[in-house]
């Protein structure tokens, strides 16, 4: 886990003392969880923006596999036929004008991520192991050249445990479902917060030393000045 290839097979046989100062190579992350509308996106590119930092979308890889499975004709509920599309697929993750941007076999789905059957389909294929463990590997592989603002439902919980920067957004289920009724989106939000949530691997859980802010009533900038205060207290710099 966060290991140059060359070490994987011998981490188990490593003392632990060792295997962290392999990870060093990690630049900061700051990662942002919460459930479906709840500011996550916005709050996570502006404080991006503020602190210099790369915005990276982990949704945007969870949907731009579902996808491509969509568009593969296999069922988002067909397991082993997930698996098989992800064995001969190219996912290409890169950082393009400061934000994340993913390529399936060089194609840019990104207009396509937040179509209805997308918004359907997404918390079947983030339920499967074998695509959280690629996204995961994606994720950190992102951590070894940019200082990162990294928004998902497992940031702070699984995919970056170690970092100290960790935050949870919430808000009331009716403002977040009167959100994405301004983004004018269809999306079955309390049917996914509970997929979301119970899933076997890896479900939205509060890290346990998480910052909570409820964002209800705040605003973009409400919410990321708070953060940055956070960040601030935690002793890093962030350009005035
Ligand atoms: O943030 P979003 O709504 O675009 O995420 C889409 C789905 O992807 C969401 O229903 C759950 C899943 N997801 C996840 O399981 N883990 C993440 N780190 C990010 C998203």
Known sequence: MGLPACFRGLAL??????????????????????????????VARELARRLGFAYVNSGAIYRAITWHVLQSAIDPGDTSGVGQALESVTIACDIVNNESRILIDRIDPTDYLHDDRVNEGVSHISGVPRVRSVVVQKMRDYARSHNLVIEGRD??????????????????PEVRLRRRAAQGQRDEITMRDHADSS??????????????????????????????????????????
């Open 155 to 172: 940031i702070g919980s699984v995919v970056f445990p170690d970092t100290p920067y960790k935050f949870y957004l919430n808000a009331s």
């Open 13 to 42: 046989h490593l003392p632990d003392t060792l295997i962290l100062d392999m990870r060093k190579d990690l630049h900061r992350v700051v990662a942002i969880d919460g459930p479906a509308a709840s500011g996550k996106s916005s």
């Open 199 to 240: 899933r076997l691997v890896s479900p939205l859980v509060v890290a346990r030393d998480a910052h909570v802010i409820d964002t209800s009533l705040l605003t973009i900038e409400g919410v990321v000045n708070q953060i940055i205060d956070r960040l601030e207290q935690k002793g890093l710099h962030v350009p005035s």
